[in-house]
């Protein structure tokens, strides 16, 4: 059996790599945990009731933050494969927490990094480290791995950090680690504060009845959105090389904030323009304008090809999110029947 390593389970990639691993019957998962005073495991939940995978499934208590957490877990499970996924993820949230935010990510991932190093010494053990196409912050596009990084957020700044901390950890130590520069994706698993789950959630509750406007910033700024589920599949196959690289993963194709709006509204036969509304506490000190990245690397040496569409993507979104409004509107209708 290979024994895997994951820090940032609980999150959105954490869940779908969770589970993209134990599909392959020769994987035992081990989770890390930071404690939070209600549970928060809604996205992993589902796995615990699996008996096909459920025996193979371990989560741990520790914290990026807690260095000793972190060697003492490496000792306890001896993994094969550490995928460092754990972080303050959110940029506008970067702006006002910018050192929690560099310790967590940057500092973090040097401390993993650490403890990877010194169960290496003992038992070979590969390392994924998830990089960041914020890198890039004000670099023109089509970004690539050739684009020198210009980071325009704390956040930004500290997954650099963890970006060269890897690539020095393998030129240094000679260890097989990856660094994987990942554009935006999303899923139905998304956190609700990033921007095309914020809509998906909100348009779908307005069609519902449930709300009447959607606050947002800027409506220019494009991205480069994927799927997370194609996107867990790049990690793993980075993992699987002879020899350890960097990659970019993306789409290829760029979409304003504006066109998802106007896709979701109109999946739902409404007009955006009716139910949105500016609001500057949603815009950063300063901005990311275009990310489009250039996936040919990995395309070419993993094999690796998105399979979900952008169309698809914001369909399978708001499918998901129509769900839940019309449970969260007749669970309302029940309790004041
Ligand atoms: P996410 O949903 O925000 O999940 C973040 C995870 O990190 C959660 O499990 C969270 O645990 C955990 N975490 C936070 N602080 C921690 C700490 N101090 N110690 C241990 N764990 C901690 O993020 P995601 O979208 O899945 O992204 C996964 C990784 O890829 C992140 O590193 C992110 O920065 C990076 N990334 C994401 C994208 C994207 O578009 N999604 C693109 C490029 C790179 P709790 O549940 O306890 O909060
Ligand atoms: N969150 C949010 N909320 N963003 C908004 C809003 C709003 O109300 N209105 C406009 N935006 C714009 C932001 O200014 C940004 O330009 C864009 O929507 C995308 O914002 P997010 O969805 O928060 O994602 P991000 O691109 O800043 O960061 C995500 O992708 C990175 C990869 O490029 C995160 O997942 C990062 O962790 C990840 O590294």
Redesign the pocket.
């Known amino acids: 059996m290979k024994s895997a390593l994951i820090t940032g389970i609980t999150g959105q990639d954490g869940s779908y790599l969770a589970e993209y691993l134990l599909s392959k019957p020769d994987y035992v998962v081990h989770g890390l945990v930071r404690r939070s005073s209600s549970l928060n495991r809604q996205r992993i939940d589902h796995i615990f009731k699996d008996p096909n995978v459920r025996d193979r499934f371990h989560l741990h208590y520790a914290d990026l933050a807690d260095a000793s957490s972190l060697s003492s877990l490496m000792e306890v499970v001896r993994p094969d494969e550490v995928y460092n996924l754990g972080?303050q993820?959110?940029?506008?949230v970067s702006f006002d927490q910018p050192l929690y935010t560099a310790d967590v990510v940057g500092l973090g991932t040097l401390r993993l990094l650490e403890a990877v190093r010194h169960l290496h010494r003992t038992h070979p053990v590969k390392f994924y480290q998830a990089s960041?196409?914020?890198m890039y912050g004000s670099a023109a596009p089509p970004q690539t791995l050739e684009t020198p990084f210009h980071p325009r957020?704390p956040?930004?700044c500290a997954?650099l950090y963890g970006h060269w901390q890897t690539v020095n950890y393998r030129e240094a130590y000679d260890l097989f680690a990856c660094s994987g520069i990942?554009?935006?994706?999303e899923s139905p698993r998304r956190?609700e504060?990033?921007?095309?789950r914020?809509i998906t959630l909100g348009a779908t509750r307005i069609k519902e009845g449930l709300q009447k406007k959607l606050?947002?910033?800027?409506?220019e700024?494009k991205?480069d959105w994927g799927f997370a589920g194609d996107y867990v599949r790049a990690m793993w196959l980075m993992l699987q090389q002879e020899k350890p690289d960097d990659y970019v993963v993306a789409t290829g194709e760029t979409h304003s904030?504006r066109e998802f709006l106007e896709i979701t509204f109109s999946l739902l036969d409404l007009d955006y323009r009716d139910f949105v509304e500016f609001?500057p506490r949603?815009?950063?000190p300063s901005?990311?304008?275009v990310?489009l990245g250039d996936a040919s690397h990995a395309e070419k040496t993993l094999g690796w090809k998105p399979e979900v569409s952008f169309q698809g993507l914001v369909k399978m979104m708001v499918e998901h999110d129509l769900e839940l409004a019309r449970r969260e509107k007749f669970a309302a209708g029940y309790a004041t029947a």
Not at 193 to 196: D, E, K, L, M, Y
Not at 215 to 219: E, F, Q, R
């Open positions: 972080a993820s959110h940029v506008r960041s196409s914020e957020s956040y930004a997954k990942l554009f935006n994706h956190g504060s990033f921007v095309t914020k606050v947002m910033g800027n409506l700024a991205r904030v609001d949603f815009m950063r901005e990311v304008d990310l």
